[in-house]
């Protein structure tokens, strides 16, 4: 059944927050023959309401890659009159969704919104951790799959002092894989490195990030931590918003999308048309 644009005809939108360890997962949208977090929700939701056409008009706020984990992720779904009562009494809920799932997602909460709300677009900001174990970490087999263990002794403190040059709205064309009709202009609210008893934790706020852009970021983090690249030089490659090779794209699975960030309900839709229009370089401050 298609969902009928603009949400008439009855149709009733739902925000789903959850969590999922993405290790085992070929990221989250729904691709032929793998096994993603969408492909798993959707034959969860077909269960309840039957077979959809249009994948419940589900959108999700950050479309997580291979391996990535989420804490705090965000989509909503659309369903019909005819689907919620093909759902019958025990309706969508928060157990009868997370019993079809694997333990590997989590299902925190469902409530019903109003069509002003967009999972992806009315939201403000995301952010994500980096986890990363040097040898001044004790490593654990049971946070392996969570963290990337690096050879040697980072320098936290310089990785944190590189950090603040990239902190702002710049275009981060440097660090993101280029997709067509896409913007590499970002507003990165917060990036922080810190060294905690067992790791060293990378963070990161923004309005939101580009493809690969957080991972390539680390990746430039850890490069100044081990003196292989200089803040200056980080400096100047965020200046040329090309890509390079000094500093590699770090592997997923130390990476966890921790929350999203949203307005008040009032303001949801003109979040979203703010976030569906483009940025262009005349926004960047020199």
């Known amino acids: 059944m298609s969902k009928p644009a603009g949400l008439t005809g009855g149709f009733s939108r739902f925000r789903v927050d959850f969590a999922?360890?993405?290790?085992?997962?070929?990221?989250?949208?729904k691709q032929p023959s793998l096994r993603t977090v969408q492909g798993e929700l959707l034959r969860?939701?077909?269960?309840?309401?039957?077979?959809?056409q249009s994948d419940f008009g589900m959108r999700v706020a950050g479309r997580t890659d291979?391996?990535?984990?989420?804490?705090?992720?965000v989509c909503h779904v659309d369903l019909s009159p005819e689907q919620l009562k093909r759902a019958g009494r025990s309706g969508f809920t928060v157990s009868r969704l997370?019993?079809?799932?694997t333990p590997e997602i989590v299902i925190y909460s469902i409530d019903q919104v109003s069509p002003d709300f967009d999972a992806r677009f009315s939201a403000t900001g995301r952010a994500y951790r980096y986890l990363i174990a040097d040898d001044l970490s004790p490593k654990s087999p049971l946070s392996s799959r969570y963290e990337l263990w690096v050879a040697g002794e980072l320098d936290a403190e310089l990785m944190n002092q590189a950090a603040k040059a990239l902190v702002?709205?710049?275009?981060?064309?440097?660090?993101?894989?280029p997709r067509a009709g896409a913007t590499t202009i970002r507003n990165l609210k917060t990036l922080k490195v810190t060294r905690f008893e067992d790791n060293i934790e990378v963070y990161l706020e923004a309005d939101a990030f580009c493809h690969n852009q957080v991972r390539s970021m680390v990746g430039a983090l850890i490069a100044i931590g081990q003196k292989k690249l200089s803040v200056n030089e980080l400096s100047q490659i965020l200046k040329t918003a090309k890509r390079v090779s000094k500093f590699k794209v770090v592997a997923p699975h130390g990476l966890t999308l921790t929350s999203v960030d949203?307005?008040?309900?009032?303001?949801?839709a003109a979040q979203a048309e703010k976030a569906r229009n483009l940025r262009s370089s005349e926004e960047i401050s020199v």
């Open 168 to 177: 702002g709205l710049h275009d981060f064309g440097a660090f993101c894989k």
């Open 20 to 29: 999922y360890d993405g290790t085992d997962f070929a990221g989250f949208s």
């Open 66 to 73: 291979a391996g990535v984990h989420a804490l705090g992720q």
């Open 44 to 52: 969860a939701l077909s269960v309840i309401f039957g077979e959809d």
């Open 262 to 268: 949203y307005p008040e309900p009032e303001l949801w």
């Open 98 to 101: 997370q019993s079809l799932l």
